[in-house]
């Protein structure tokens, strides 16, 4: 394909639609590891048993809607402006009320109303995640990491944008706040993209992989990935993932010795 086409089928590739958290556009052109654990399993398993659920950076409810059926009441938020709309349409249908919200501005919920919160690769904070729990509520989560594709970042002279999403990080940021984290598994492993049309897809629809990414702007290190690709090595980078569940405190730290409660 000469270079002229090759443009063409990039420019055509960034501006293909995307909606949601919908990847089925690269359906057959990226091949994805997998982490050794199962969310799916494991979020469907805490909401059976739960009532009071809320899903944050819910995107635009595909993994939420999957999770069901639900025994209690279900919420969701999501920060990011164009998915709000996308979210509500699929899971209002299951009567889930969708809040356009995220944890930096805070969430628009009481102290301790939730038995489960869930989070699937959406940005949060600890402190507003055991705020909304109520006692002795589970906060489950699968993270990207800090890390991750940090080799296809490098390769357009960036940096990760959030370097300090760590489990460890993470991890003891939870306990700090009295919660036990019953579950911390990290995980790194392959993703192959077929041609450089899929990154290029990839990029526009994450914008925070490669700050500023662009057809033009970044040319020539499209052009490097097509002529590795072309010389039969594979477009292969690491995935950084990162799985936490904690549980809050049944009560406040010192309760039974400031009431004299029992132990």
Request: charged letters at 25%; one cysteine or more.
């Amino acid at each position: 394909m000469s270079a002229v086409t090759l443009l063409d089928q990039w420019k055509r590739d960034a501006a293909a639609p995307f909606e949601g958290w919908d990847f089925s556009y690269l359906d057959g052109r990226v091949t994805e590891a997998e982490p050794p654990w199962d969310y799916l399993a494991l979020a469907r398993t805490a909401v059976s048993h739960s009532h009071d659920i809320l899903d944050v950076a819910t995107g635009g409810g595909e993994i939420l809607s999957s999770l069901g059926p639900f025994p209690g009441r279900v919420r969701a938020t999501e920060g990011y402006v164009p998915n709000v709309a996308v979210a509500r349409r699929r899971l209002a249908p299951l009567g889930i009320e969708v809040f356009q919200a995220n944890t930096a501005s805070g969430l628009p919920f009481d102290d301790s109303t939730f038995d489960l919160v869930i989070n699937r690769h959406g940005g949060f904070r600890p402190e507003e995640m055991q705020r909304v729990l109520k006692p002795g509520g589970v906060f489950l989560s699968q993270q990207v990491g800090g890390d991750n594709l940090a080799d296809l970042i490098a390769d357009f002279g960036a940096r990760p944008m959030w370097p300090d999403n760590t489990l460890a990080r993470i991890a003891e940021r939870f306990r700090s706040l009295g919660c036990t984290v019953a579950r911390a598994q990290e995980w790194r492993g392959p993703v192959t993209f077929a041609d450089v049309g899929a990154i290029v897809y990839f990029l526009t629809a994450v914008p925070w992989v490669v700050d500023g990414f662009d057809v033009g702007r970044h040319l020539a290190v499209l052009e490097a990935l097509e002529r590795r690709r072309a010389a039969g090595r594979p477009l292969q980078f690491t995935y950084s993932r990162f799985l936490i569940e904690a549980r809050k405190a049944e009560s406040p730290p010192g309760w039974r010795e400031m009431t004299g409660a029992p132990s």
